[in-house]
């Protein structure tokens, strides 16, 4: 195991539970296990672990409560919590008195473990870097300044619409950032609009790094994923004592981004009764922490999103009209990823650049024949679904190889359609006799078969109990040898 391995300690009381983490996790991280707190502290206490998976329900303690004495005596330790059970009060607790990272529900999917315990050997990366510039500002207030400005800079840069924005030159998201750039610096609310997964947060941030607050916080929230009095306490504050697990003060978002911007995400989530607390802050310029007799004055920027039709939710009566024209100063819609087809060969390849950074993983690139895949299927997960892909492509693809379509999820895969002249266009449509019907059938299947196979037509003519000439002459019969020699443009050698 190398020396710059990051260490995972994995505590949970049953052994089956504890081989299935090491299983998918022992690939990528030098893991510890651990059946019992006990058994944890003294691996603690003899091994540099940075990142410690704890299940709640554990026989001596629950998991928050040895949390709590993890982050008092290995502050540095990104804490996560799995659990089966989880309600509005773990949640607090585990955010105040343990300093949970994040929760992972049970039962949890190899890939979306991988990619938290990513996220989280990444996030412990930065507080190393954070705590050694903490010294090296302490040194100079002037270097302070300058290295504050330079990483102000660096963000603005990074969120500047004509390169934070990817798209294609006749993208329709020119229109969006053109009045995205036209709004930026008027000091008004936004409300962006669109399916989840469009890129309403990254939109948000270049609106913010573009305004004259860009030198001042920005702060992000997703309002549809807290109970209404978690949500309070994270936007307003709260007092010591106010609540259950309210050990002491807590500062909100509003305070923390004080002269910046606060992004509300998934604004049409929340409830009604929270909507005219928020109508009241928005009004007033104001919060008042939970548990607090005092107001404070704040001064903030709101941005919000939805993927609601605000407009209908107002007139069926679920959301506030003084609020929605609160938030609505300039509406922004943002257009879905099957609008975008131009832009899904830029943005793949952006995404895989990205992915290649964070998993430390160097591929040749896309191959066209995957590229035309991504092109035809309709996205319903948007950016987000495709940002999922790639990361899976890379994942299960082969070091310094070029990904071909075989690597795609099977839901993509068959819904890539080929687009040619031949006949196989004629039955696009599930319309006209059976006979018919079921020769495109047996095309979709023929094509999603060939592609698993790079095609190879004696693997696939095997696969689907077909001889090499009866395959040939569907083949024929529905354009998919044109397909090959024009779209794929595969070698003779491994067509053949």
Avoid at 222 to 237: I, K, R, V, Y
Avoid at 361 to 374: H, M, N, Q, W
Avoid at 434 to 442: A, D
């Amino acid at each position: 195991m190398s020396s710059t391995t990051t260490t995972i300690l994995i505590l949970d009381d049953e052994v089956r539970s504890l081989e299935a983490f090491e299983r998918n996790l022992s690939d990528h991280f030098d893991v510890k296990t651990a059946t019992s707190t006990r058994e944890a502290t003294q691996i603690l206490e003899k091994e540099w672990v940075q990142i410690i998976l704890c299940d709640q329900r554990m026989p001596d303690m629950s998991g928050v409560e040895f949390l709590k004495i993890v982050r008092d005596k290995w502050p540095e330790v990104i804490r996560i919590i799995i659990s089966g059970f989880t309600d509005s009060e773990d949640i607090i607790s585990g955010i105040n008195d343990a300093g949970i990272y994040q929760y992972i529900t049970k039962p949890w999917q190899p890939d979306d473990l991988l990619l938290t315990l990513k996220n989280a050997e990444h996030m412990f990366t930065l507080q190393r870097q954070n705590e050694l510039l903490t010294i090296e500002l302490r040194m100079s207030t002037s270097r302070a300044e300058k290295v504050v400005t330079k990483k102000r800079e660096a963000m603005r840069d990074q969120y500047q619409f004509d390169d934070g924005i990817i798209r294609s030159e006749d993208s329709p998201m020119n229109e969006v950032c053109d009045m995205l750039r036209q709004v930026a610096g008027y000091d008004v609310s936004i409300l962006l609009t669109g399916e989840s997964g469009t890129g309403k947060e990254l939109a948000a941030r270049a609106l913010h790094y573009s305004s004259l607050r860009w030198h001042e916080p920005f702060v992000v929230e997703n309002c549809g994923a807290l109970p209404d009095e978690l949500l309070e306490s994270e936007l307003f504050g709260h007092k010591r004592g106010a609540f259950t697990g309210a050990v002491e003060d807590h500062q909100g978002l509003f305070v923390r981004a004080d002269g910046g911007t606060v992004f509300l995400d998934e604004i049409g989530e929340v409830s009604p009764a929270f909507q005219i607390k928020l109508l009241r802050v928005l009004q007033e310029r104001e919060i008042r922490p939970v548990g607090s007799g005092k107001t404070r004055k704040v001064d903030v920027r709101v941005i919000a999103a939805t993927n609601k039709d605000l407009e209908l939710e107002v007139r069926e009566g679920r959301f506030r009209k003084d609020l929605y024209f609160r938030l609505a100063t300039v509406t922004v819609d943002m257009p879905p990823l099957r609008e975008r087809e131009m832009d899904i060969p830029i943005l793949a390849e952006y995404l895989l650049e990205k992915a290649m950074a964070v998993f430390g993983k160097t591929v040749k690139g896309l191959s066209p024949e995957l590229i035309s895949c991504l092109k035809r299927y309709s996205w319903p997960g948007n950016v987000r679904e495709l940002q999922n892909e790639i990361h899976r492509l890379l994942i299960l693809g082969t070091e310094n190889t070029e990904l071909g379509a075989e690597l795609l999820t099977q839901r993509v895969l068959v819904a890539a359609q080929p687009e040619n002249e031949g006949e196989l266009v004629l039955l696009q449509n599930f319309e006209g006799t059976l006979k018919k019907r079921i020769e495109m059938l047996e095309a979709k299947i023929l094509h999603e078969t060939l592609i698993r196979h790079r095609w190879n037509k004696s693997r696939a003519a095997k696969e689907l109990g077909l001889s090499r000439v009866g395959l040939r002459g569907k083949l024929e019969r529905y354009g998919l040898e044109k397909i090959e020699s024009l779209e794929i443009g595969a070698p003779k050698s491994v067509a053949e």
